[in-house]
């Protein structure tokens, strides 16, 4: 079952996001971009796997004459970063571990970008695979929930209930610069005060998502990714 979201929609989704105004103050700490029940994630780190997927990007000849918004970029690093260390959480607090089948993608992502420098490569590897990571977590939790025969739906029903139980419980807090990640019924939201915006349909792959036209070419050679 394919489940994996395009790269280029999540990073399109993040660029509509940011045209939102207003930001919520959260419990973040200087140099944090977000944390997960006390487990940091820093903006240090945000910009070092942001600026390794814009290499990566720029190493497939596919994406000459793309641009993507630098912020975009960072919204997604911050989000994979994010969505990565709440799996892992997932995967203590409920016991469980994923069957050695499933796979995140990482094998095809790595094979898509060969021609990159190998340390960009792992580097920037959670903006192309924490969605399928987290998805294929979900999907244990469920399993472990209702058993393997249940169906597709209803263990991705029940595994939704399980980790949105555990989200209103854990203790997330996002920097305001950021978009925070919400568990939804059926998708991974992120959120930016009152604008919610699907990135992740559990159920289906999700379709690309369009970007304002010309709305990453107009910004500064150091404000995006390619052009």
Sequence with gaps: MSLRRPL?????????ALTGCGVTATGVHP??????NGETISIIEVDDV??????????????????????AVRNAAQRSLTLRAMADQLLE??????PTTVSDGSEDYRSTYGNADPADVET?????????????????????????DAGQEAIITAGVEQVRAWQADADIQTNPLFEAVEIGETQIITTRDDLSVAT????????SAEAPEGFA??????????G
């Design 93 to 98: 607090d409920f016991d469980v571990t994923l």
């Design 124 to 148: 920037a590897e959670p903006v192309f695979t924490a969605d399928q990571y987290f998805t294929n977590v979900l999907v244990a939790i469920g399993t472990e929930e209702v058993g393997a």
């Design 200 to 207: 992740t349909d559990f159920a289906v792959e999700a379709t």
């Design 31 to 36: 140099g944090q971009a977000s944390s997960v």
């Design 217 to 226: 070419a107009d910004l500064p050679e150091s404000q995006r990714c390619g």
């Design 8 to 16: 280029v929609a999540v990073l399109a989704v993040s660029v509509l």
């Design 50 to 71: 942001a600026a390794s997927a814009c290499a990566v990007l720029k190493s497939d000849p596919r994406f000459a004459g793309q641009v993507l918004a630098g912020s």
